[in-house]
């Protein structure tokens, strides 16, 4: 699956069989002073973004060939509105790490 499709279905960004498609079973997301494993990634993506805790908009394709894809959106949350870029190597077809920098707007 390409990085477009997976953002078309944000409503279901924490269904298992779609993260299932789309990680690797040895993902890794880097975040601000933090780690999180495939299973930490998940969790925060049912409880934040697929239980509309969240909300992203204004997705957007930077990059994207087999070894790696940037991409941006703008997550808004109760208390803030970010600007969020993420870069992600992949293997084996899957996102295997992530890095994240954001700037609030």
């Not at 890794?28 to 909300?55: P, S, V, W």
């Not at 908009?57 to 994207?64: A, M, P, V, W």
Request: glycine share 2%.
């Amino acid at each position: 699956m390409k990085m477009t499709e997976f953002l078309d279905q944000s409503a279901d960004w924490g269904d298992p069989s779609l993260i299932n498609e789309m990680f690797h079973e040895d993902y890794m997301y880097l975040r601000e002073t933090e780690m999180l494993t495939r299973d930490e990634f998940i969790k925060h993506m049912q409880e934040d973004f697929a239980a509309g805790k969240f909300q992203s908009s204004n997705r957007k394709i930077l990059y994207e060939d087999d070894n790696v894809v940037s991409w941006e959106h703008c997550v808004t949350a109760p208390d803030y509105t970010r600007k969020v870029t993420l870069t992600c190597l992949k293997k084996d077809g899957k996102l295997w790490r992530q890095i994240m920098l954001y700037e609030d707007l």
